[in-house]
C-alpha cells in the first residue's frame, strides 16, 4: 500500500511539474511575434523563439531605420523569467547598418554590445527597458497584425522566380544567388514562421493552382537548389559571400544571419512541403 502511495505521489508531482513547465511556456509565447510604436513607425521588434531545444530563450530585434539607407538594429537573446513575468537578457548589441541604393551593407558599426534590459507587460501593451538605450522607456509596442502574401505575391515572388532561374545556364549560379536573397527578404517582410496561417496555406496552394504544369515541374526542380544554398549561406556565409557580392545581393549577409529571417525562410519552406496537408 505504502508503495502504491510513493507512486501517485510522484507521478503527481511530475504531472503538477509538466503543468507549471506547460503554463510558463504558454506565458512566455505571448512576447512572441512582431511589435511597433504608432509613435515610433520605423522602429520594429520581432521576438522569436530561440533556435534549440530550451524553449526559454528568445531571440529579439530591433530594426530602426533613421533613413532609407541606414538603420539601427538592436539584437538581444533574452530569457524568460517566471517569477517577473518577462523577458530579461544581457549584452545587448547596438549595431548601426548603412546600405548602398542596391541594397548591399556599406558599413556595420557597433556602437555597444553590453546592454542588459528585459520586456514586459502592461496589459496588451508590451514596454522595453535598456540600461543603454534612453529612448527605450517611450516605447509603447503593440502587436503588429499577422500577414500572409496574396495568391499573385507568391506566384510573382516566390513560385516564378525560383522557377525560372534555369539551372545549369550561363550565369545561373549568380542568378541562383539573387533570387535566394530576394526570397529571403519576402519571407521576412511578411515574418512568415508568425504568419496567417491559413491564409498563407490557402493562397500557396491557389497560386500553386495558377500555374502550368511546365512551370510546376520547373519549380520542382529548381527549389532543392535553393534550399541547398540557403543552407549553406545560414550555415557558412563565409564560403558564398563571394557568389552573393558578384550578384549584386551582398545584403544576404544580414540576411542569412538574422534568426528571425532564417526561421520565416524555413517556415515558408515548411508550408510548401506539407501544402494541402491542412492545419
Given at each position: 500500500?505504502?508503495?502504491?502511495?510513493?507512486?501517485?505521489?510522484?507521478?503527481?508531482?511530475?504531472?503538477?511539474?509538466?503543468?507549471?513547465?506547460?503554463?510558463?511556456?504558454?506565458?512566455?509565447?505571448?512576447?512572441?511575434?512582431?511589435?511597433?510604436?504608432?509613435?515610433?513607425?520605423?522602429?520594429?521588434?520581432?521576438?522569436?523563439?530561440?533556435?534549440?531545444?530550451?524553449?526559454?530563450?528568445?531571440?529579439?530585434?530591433?530594426?530602426?531605420?533613421?533613413?532609407?539607407?541606414?538603420?539601427?538594429?538592436?539584437?538581444m537573446?533574452?530569457?524568460?523569467?517566471?517569477?517577473?513575468?518577462?523577458?530579461?537578457?544581457?549584452?545587448?548589441?547596438?549595431?548601426?547598418?548603412?546600405?548602398?541604393e542596391?541594397?548591399?551593407?556599406?558599413?556595420?558599426?557597433?556602437?555597444?554590445?553590453?546592454?542588459?534590459?528585459?520586456?514586459?507587460?502592461?496589459?496588451?501593451?508590451?514596454?522595453?527597458?535598456?540600461?543603454?538605450?534612453?529612448?527605450?522607456?517611450?516605447?509603447?509596442?503593440?502587436?503588429?497584425?499577422?500577414?500572409?502574401?496574396?495568391?499573385?505575391?507568391?506566384?510573382?515572388?516566390?513560385?516564378?522566380?525560383?522557377?525560372?532561374?534555369?539551372?545549369?545556364?550561363?550565369?545561373?549560379?549568380?542568378?541562383?544567388a539573387?533570387?535566394?536573397?530576394?526570397?529571403?527578404?519576402?519571407?521576412?517582410?511578411?515574418?512568415?514562421?508568425?504568419?496567417?496561417?491559413?491564409?498563407?496555406?490557402?493562397?500557396?496552394?491557389?497560386?500553386?493552382?495558377?500555374?502550368?504544369?511546365?512551370?510546376?515541374?520547373?519549380?520542382?526542380?529548381?527549389l532543392?537548389?535553393?534550399?541547398?544554398?540557403?543552407?549553406?549561406?545560414?550555415?557558412?556565409?563565409?564560403?558564398?559571400?563571394?557568389?552573393?557580392?558578384?550578384?549584386?545581393?551582398?545584403?544576404?549577409?544580414?540576411?542569412?544571419?538574422?534568426?528571425?529571417?532564417?526561421?520565416?525562410?524555413?517556415a515558408?519552406?515548411?508550408?510548401?512541403?506539407?501544402?494541402?496537408?491542412?492545419?
Amino acid at each position: 500500500m505504502k508503495k502504491a502511495v510513493m507512486l501517485f505521489v510522484v507521478l503527481a508531482l511530475i504531472v503538477a511539474s509538466w503543468a507549471v513547465a506547460a503554463a510558463e511556456e504558454s506565458a512566455a509565447e505571448r512576447f512572441c511575434g512582431r511589435w511597433q510604436d504608432p509613435y515610433y513607425g520605423r522602429a520594429m521588434l520581432t521576438i522569436a523563439p530561440a533556435e534549440g531545444e530550451d524553449t526559454s530563450w528568445f531571440d529579439a530585434v530591433i530594426r530602426w531605420g533613421s533613413s532609407a539607407g541606414s538603420e539601427g538594429v538592436w539584437t538581444m537573446r533574452a530569457q524568460y523569467d517566471p517569477a517577473e513575468d518577462a523577458l530579461v537578457y544581457a549584452g545587448g548589441t547596438l549595431t548601426d547598418v548603412e546600405y548602398a541604393e542596391g541594397g548591399d551593407v556599406v558599413s556595420e558599426e557597433v556602437q555597444w554590445d553590453d546592454a542588459v534590459g528585459r520586456f514586459t507587460f502592461d496589459g496588451d501593451v508590451l514596454l522595453w527597458a535598456d540600461s543603454r538605450e534612453e529612448r527605450a522607456t517611450e516605447f509603447r509596442l503593440r502587436p503588429v497584425p499577422k500577414l500572409a502574401p496574396t495568391a499573385q505575391e507568391i506566384t510573382e515572388r516566390y513560385y516564378g522566380p525560383v522557377a525560372d532561374w534555369a539551372p545549369g545556364t550561363a550565369g545561373s549560379s549568380l542568378k541562383l544567388a539573387g533570387v535566394c536573397a530576394a526570397l529571403m527578404g519576402f519571407a521576412d517582410e511578411y515574418c512568415m514562421w508568425d504568419a496567417d496561417v491559413p491564409a498563407l496555406r490557402a493562397n500557396l496552394l491557389e497560386a500553386w493552382s495558377m500555374l502550368d504544369e511546365t512551370t510546376r515541374r520547373r519549380f520542382d526542380e529548381g527549389l532543392p537548389e535553393v534550399e541547398a544554398l540557403m543552407e549553406t549561406a545560414m550555415s557558412d556565409y563565409a564560403s558564398v559571400a563571394g557568389l552573393f557580392d558578384d550578384a549584386g545581393a551582398g545584403h544576404m549577409a544580414w540576411l542569412a544571419k538574422d534568426d528571425g529571417c532564417r526561421r520565416s525562410w524555413r517556415a515558408l519552406l515548411d508550408y510548401t512541403h506539407t501544402m494541402g496537408d491542412g492545419e
